[in-house]
């Protein structure tokens, strides 16, 4: 089957290390190989982003060049790493002068840019490398009567054609996943809004009333939790629940996709890491396996 | 330029060149009419096709046309008995454009005409066997709102009267047969081939609207409240499905603020419409003027970026709609259209330019007024004839300043909104000018 | 770009074909500023000028086209887009939002108008090579171990010091100076 090298970016490693896990995990058991890249950088995303575009190609561009060493296609499963790697992607397919000037600075190392090989997010590789038909046979344990929100977040999704993931105004790849996992995707307002993640730097109030904004409006429909795909959104969504804002009871777990497919795919919930989000999924699994 | 009179060695030459008398207008609209009356009432034979049962096109549907606010249907029946009645003029409805060979002065041209399973020389257009039918679909004229039986007419003043069997929701129970004093219904008809020659071709199919479930962010086809402007005709139109009672579809009640969304699959790089649609900005505050006069208590607001009032009296309408009708202008393009769960208020999030402030503001009811697009099948209607059309997939005209009616192959021409978006005095006014091109050729003066 | 002769309010031009806009619509991703017709459709979908006064896109890309160069370089208002790009989906002109406030910033890094938050972060990442170095604590790694993953995380940190030497240091490039 397909095998992908892991760029997991800076974040998920150290404060989200469930989800690396549990991507490992469920990919091992729908049969897709991954392999850790070794040596790697971060991406650049946000903030070298802004500050040079130069530096940023150079970043990017560097853990391309490192993926044509493994000769295997990139597995991002950060959203903003994966709009980082597909953006400079296209900008050195397409500007010969800054993949020369990328290419002289990698040369040093042995590294060099081709573009042979793709960028793909962890929803495209569901979508696209597994297919439904494949995850629906695999599913042991299917969900009953529990209600979940999708979250796609913004650079996984937008813009759509630089990442070519899912419909940008009405995206659907992880609702279909809950759906076939027997579980209920539900529709709320501002499903494609930001979460707010990236407004943390310049002012955290701002940042955690849209965090809020989002909350608020999945709290209307009445959900059990919500299915992320992307490292900042998982955190954010998360933590704007412990802000002044929220309130203790009414908190909604937090989970990203391969939790989610986990259990009904019939893996144990502590090789999912459940036991390190920091709001309880328990009323989403009860359906499936004790937490 | 002065033509000569014609000389009697050119009258004879018309006879040996064997220039058809005969001309050929696709499409039963309100330029296609004009083209066919134009050219019949100069003495030629026209072959009117249209692909529904009925002439009248898209105006038949109208409520009000801006700026008078004429009402639609009052000016256009007398057309329809006009080209009904004319002996110039034979009337194809429920007929497609099969092929076209040859060149100007001498196509040969095969239409089907489609069994409507009722004889259209028997039937007298009295309705019984309507009366009769047990199935009821809902009925396209009405853009789905209004429900017609199998055995139907689309609209009263339907011409012909003749009605039509829709054999696809037909069960042949028979009870129509059975009811028809005249026993005009034949369920065994079968399609009519014919073949005719034709001297000249005016194409005149309209128009069809932008898909508007296109903008998922506007909530057409999710949230039965948002609407878009040809259903919003039917609902304030006497003759439609309400009886002319402008109420929201989810629970019939009558709207007290109704927003109207502009530049919706106009003026839109994104959705491969850069061009502007031309009528939406007028035919938008004609709507919002009469959503004022059928509820004055109301509110109206129309979301915009430009307003385009070009023509004679629109500015005059424009601003009489913002004084004397109190409609509100609201400049900035509607981003979101979503209905509050809480109060069930529709809920428009847009950014009032002039003020730099994003806001929600609260409607009954959305009215989202498309641009309009090419028809469907125009392409495969011009390919038969081997015209092109541009990249917007409108008719493409010889010379846009001194050829404006006359397509790339000589002896077509066209009209009407299908070489671009119009309204109706200009498309009325293409009609008369493709016929004037086309019995240029029929009187034997040559391709012009 | 060369500084303009005269004083900064000399030298606003009050057209939308402003040298600034075209400054920025010479940079790849401004190229589109110009079509912009100020419809606002930018500025209804955008969740920051939903929950502040100040920040208004479509009043920072009126402000390019009118020439503001100070005003808008000096700014913070561009540093405070998220780069969520709903803008840049919906914009019926083809203006893509983002991209030309990222050049605006690109432009004032180089004249060394950038952020306190931004600064920081860079020259962290410049440091170590990824962000997040030093709160890669033991009970993180403990954290790594236990969930069946490598407790070792292998990010290089070479390269950075290469990209920073050959962007970050040269003359008024220079990440570190401060205001």
């Known amino acids: 089957m397909k095998e992908f090298v892991l760029y997991t970016g800076c974040t998920a490693p150290v404060r989200l290390p469930q989800y690396e896990a549990s991507v490992k995990v469920v990919l091992d058991k729908l049969g897709v190989k991954i392999v850790d890249m070794k040596g790697a950088n971060c991406c650049g995303a946000q903030y070298v982003e802004s500050v040079n575009r130069h530096a940023f190609a150079a970043m990017s561009g560097r853990i391309l060049a490192l993926a044509e060493t493994y000769d295997r296609d990139i597995l991002a499963i950060c959203g903003a790493c994966s709009g980082s790697l597909k953006w400079i992607k296209h900008s050195l397919d397409n500007d010969w002068k800054l993949k020369d000037e990328v290419n002289r600075i990698l040369a040093d190392e042995g590294l060099e840019y081709t573009g042979k090989i793709q960028v793909k997010h962890l929803l495209?590789?569901?979508?696209?490398?597994?297919?439904?038909?494949?995850?629906?046979?695999?599913?042991?344990?299917?969900?009953?009567?529990?209600?979940?929100?999708?979250?796609?977040?913004?650079?996984?999704?937008?813009?759509?054609?630089?990442?070519?993931?899912?419909?940008?105004?009405?995206?659907?790849i992880i609702d279909h996943l809950i759906e076939i996992a027997g579980a209920t995707a539900v529709d709320y307002t501002g499903k494609t809004r930001c979460c707010g993640g990236p407004m943390l730097a310049m002012d955290q109030e701002v940042a955690t009333k849209i965090g809020m904004d989002k909350i608020r409006n999945i709290r209307a429909e009445n959900v059990d939790g919500i299915v992320t795909a992307c490292v900042f959104c998982d955190i954010q969504l998360t933590q704007v629940q412990f802000g002044e804002g929220a309130q203790d009871e009414s908190r909604i777990p937090v989970l990203t996709l391969p939790q989610f497919l986990g259990p009904a795919l019939g893996i144990e919930p502590s090789r999912l890491g459940i036991g390190y989000n920091k709001i309880s999924p328990s009323r989403v699994f009860a359906s499936v396996v004790e937490v | 330029m002065m033509m000569p009179a014609r000389t009697k060695s050119q009258k004879q030459a018309t006879a040996t060149k064997k220039v058809s008398q005969n001309a050929l207008v696709v499409g039963g609209g309100v330029a296609g009419m004009q083209a066919a009356l134009d050219?019949?009432?100069?003495?030629?034979?026209?072959?009117?096709?249209?692909?529904?049962?009925?002439?009248?096109?898209?105006?038949?549907?109208?409520?009000?046309t801006f700026p008078t606010l004429d009402c639609s249907a009052c000016i256009l029946t007398p057309r329809l008995s006009e080209v009904a009645r004319h002996p110039g003029i034979k009337l194809l409805t429920y007929s497609d454009l099969e092929s076209v060979s040859g060149k100007a002065g001498s196509f040969r041209v095969r239409v089907i005409k489609r069994a409507r399973y009722v004889k259209e020389e028997l039937c007298a257009g009295c309705g019984e066997c309507s009366k009769e039918c047990p199935v009821e679909v809902p009925n396209e004229f009405d853009w789905g709102l209004g429900f017609r039986k199998a055995i139907y007419v689309g609209f009263p003043q339907s011409t012909p009267s003749t009605y039509t069997i829709d054999m696809e929701s037909c069960i042949k129970c028979k009870r129509c047969e059975r009811a028809c004093e005249r026993k005009a219904i034949d369920l065994e008809m079968e399609d009519e081939r014919l073949e005719f020659d034709v001297g000249a071709i005016i194409i005149a199919t309209g128009y069809r609207l932008f898909d508007v479930a296109r903008y998922y962010r506007l909530g057409y086809g999710r949230i039965p409240d948002v609407i878009h402007a040809m259903e919003y005709e039917?609902?304030?139109?006497?003759?439609?499905?309400?009886?002319?009672?402008?109420?929201?579809?989810?629970?019939?009640?009558?709207?007290?603020?109704?927003?109207?969304?502009?530049c919706v699959g106009a003026r839109d790089v994104t959705k491969d419409v850069p061009y502007c649609s031309r009528v939406c900005c007028m035919y938008g505050i004609k709507n919002a003027v009469m959503a004022k006069e059928h509820n004055p208590d109301a509110d109206a607001t129309i979301y915009y970026a430009d307003i385009r009032a070009f023509g004679k009296g629109f500015e005059e309408f424009y601003e009489m709609a913002r004084s004397r009708f109190g409609v509100k202008f609201f400049r900035?393009?509607?981003?979101?259209?979503?209905?509050?769960?809480?109060?069930?208020?529709?809920?428009?999030?847009?950014?009032?330019?002039?003020?730099a402030q994003p806001q929600d503001v609260e409607h009954d009811m959305i009215v989202i007024c498309p641009g309009i697009q090419p028809p469907e099948d125009l392409a495969k209607i011009v390919e038969k004839m081997g015209i092109s059309v541009t990249t917007d997939g409108y008719v493409d005209v010889?010379?846009?300043?001194?050829?404006?009616?006359?397509?790339?192959?000589?002896?077509?021409?066209?009209?009407?909104?299908?070489?671009?978006?119009?309204?109706?005095?200009?498309?009325?006014?293409?009609?008369?000018?493709?016929?004037?091109?086309?019995?240029?050729?029929?009187?034997?003066?040559?391709?012009a | 770009m060369s500084e303009p002769e005269h004083g900064p309010e000399k030298d606003v031009e009050y057209h939308p074909n402003s040298r600034f806009s075209q400054e920025i619509a010479a940079e790849p991703g401004g190229e589109y500023i110009r079509k912009c017709i100020q419809c606002g459709l930018c500025t209804a979908s955008c969740?920051?000028?939903n929950y502040t006064d100040k920040y208004r896109p479509r009043r920072i890309i009126q402000k390019i086209l009118l020439g503001e160069r100070e005003q808008v370089l000096a700014s913070e208002l561009p540093w405070l887009c998220m780069t969520c790009r709903l803008c840049e989906e919906r914009c019926q002109e083809g203006v893509s939002l983002a991209e030309i406030f990222h050049v605006v910033r690109d432009i004032a890094a180089r004249e060394g108008r950038v952020p306190k938050v931004f600064k920081d972060t860079v020259n962290q990442v410049l440091k170590d090579g990824w962000l997040l170095k030093d709160a890669f604590s033991d009970f993180i790694q403990d954290d790594r171990t236990?969930?069946?993953?490598?407790?070792?995380?292998?990010?290089?940190?070479?390269?950075?010091?290469?990209?920073?030497?050959?962007?970050?240091?040269?003359?008024?490039?220079?990440?570190?100076?401060?205001?």
């Open chain 2, 39 to 64: 050219i019949a009432n100069q003495g030629f034979k026209v072959y009117l096709v249209e692909k529904s049962p009925s002439i009248g096109g898209r105006m038949a549907m109208l409520d009000k």
């Open chain 2, 398 to 447: 010889a010379n846009r300043y001194f050829g404006p009616v006359d397509t790339k192959v000589p002896g077509i021409f066209v009209c009407g909104c299908a070489d671009g978006p119009k309204d109706i005095p200009d498309s009325v006014t293409e009609g008369s000018a493709a016929a004037m091109k086309a019995t240029i050729i029929l009187s034997g003066g040559g391709a």
């Open chain 3, 47 to 49: 969740m920051v000028a």
């Open chain 2, 332 to 355: 900035g393009r509607a981003a979101e259209v979503r209905r509050d769960s809480r109060t069930g208020k529709l809920v428009v999030r847009v950014e009032d330019t002039e003020k």
């Open chain 2, 234 to 262: 039917r609902l304030i139109n006497a003759a439609g499905p309400t009886h002319g009672h402008l109420v929201r579809l989810s629970d019939g009640r009558i709207p007290q603020s109704i927003g109207f969304v502009q």
């Open chain 3, 146 to 179: 236990d969930l069946g993953l490598n407790p070792e995380v292998n990010f290089d940190g070479e390269f950075v010091k290469k990209v920073k030497k050959r962007y970050f240091e040269q003359g008024d490039k220079e990440e570190v100076k401060d205001e």
């Open chain 1, 124 to 172: 495209q590789v569901f979508h696209e490398d597994i297919g439904y038909d494949a995850i629906k046979e695999a599913i042991v344990k299917p969900y009953s009567a529990v209600r979940l929100a999708a979250h796609y977040g913004c650079h996984v999704t937008r813009p759509y054609d630089i990442v070519r993931v899912d419909d940008p105004e009405n995206p659907t």
